[in-house]
């Protein structure tokens, strides 16, 4: 009965993520509620997003603010950009045009000074300083030095990096692993794009021992997969591709209307990992 008292109340609640949900009014307004149905973050955001440990981050155009479960800020400032999540204990925060990151006691942990960065994977971010990406870890200490034009986060203990010459994999002490095969590449917003200064916003890593890849046919782009040493174990043969997920990818959909029934059904189509079509 609490439950239905507070779905009338509101126009939507969200699942609870430890003691908060976020709340929307009938003038399509976020906020915050805590487990007895008391507003701790006001509602008047126009997003919210809910962390794992009872943070919230609300955001309002370029105004981003993180509130603990009690309603307080978890740090004074508001940030022109920031994660909703924390990997390995930390967050990415955007001040003006520079980032840093954020611990989960509301701490900069690592300073704002980065032109770049990638979230936490593995233990370690990449991220973009003086026009180079290099590898830093939670304490602010470059691990792999600023060197490359191009830097993934880590999967696997494997990144994908460009050093001006093409693609290749290093390991986590920087160490070349392999170059990337001839003429594919990772499935990643394209170099000419960023020069144009697009924002990079897309991230290649290995999903269950296979990163996924493209090879350009003229206008044509094909898409396949290479394994942890290199190899191109699913040939670059599809139109479209996902990576893998529990132990399947899928490769395309397919419409089938039934007008007599007058409903209709997507089917997708899913490969497994040893590029077999899964019936």
């Not at 942990?109 to 290099?134: C, H, N, Q, T, Y």
């Not at 959909?253 to 189509?269: D, L, M, W």
């Amino acid at each position: 009965q609490g439950i239905l008292c507070v779905k009338t109340k509101y126009k939507d609640v969200s699942d609870f993520k430890g003691n908060i949900a976020s709340v929307r009014n009938h003038k399509n307004k976020f906020g915050v509620i805590d487990i007895f149905d008391n507003i701790i973050v006001p509602i008047k955001h126009e997003i919210i997003r809910l962390e794992e440990n009872n943070i919230a981050l609300a955001i309002d155009g370029y105004d981003y603010k993180y509130f603990t479960d009690k309603g307080t800020k978890l740090n004074r400032l508001t940030f022109r950009e920031a994660d909703e999540h924390f990997f390995d204990g930390c967050a990415r925060v955007r001040v003006q045009d520079s980032w840093g990151f954020i611990y989960k006691d509301g701490r900069i942990g690592i300073p704002v000074m980065f032109d770049d960065a990638r979230p936490f994977s593995e233990g370690l971010s990449a991220v973009k300083i003086k026009g180079k990406w290099g590898y830093i870890n939670n304490s602010s200490v470059f691990v792999i030095e600023p060197q490359f034009e191009r830097a993934m986060s880590f999967s696997d203990d494997i990144a994908i990096v460009n050093d001006g010459n093409g693609w290749l994999a290093i390991d986590k002490k920087g160490k070349k692993l392999f170059d990337f095969p001839k003429d594919l590449e990772p499935n990643v917003l394209s170099t000419d794009l960023i020069n144009k200064n697009f924002k990079d916003n897309t991230d290649a890593k290995y999903s269950e021992g296979l990163l996924l890849v493209r090879q350009h046919s003229g206008l044509n782009i094909k898409y396949g997969f290479i394994d942890t040493k290199g190899n191109n174990v699913i040939p670059c043969t599809f139109d479209t591709m996902s990576p893998f997920k529990e132990g399947k990818a899928y490769i395309h959909g397919e419409i089938r209307v039934y007008r007599r029934k007058h409903t209709y059904e997507y089917k997708k189509t899913y490969i497994d990992t040893t590029g077999k079509i899964i019936k």
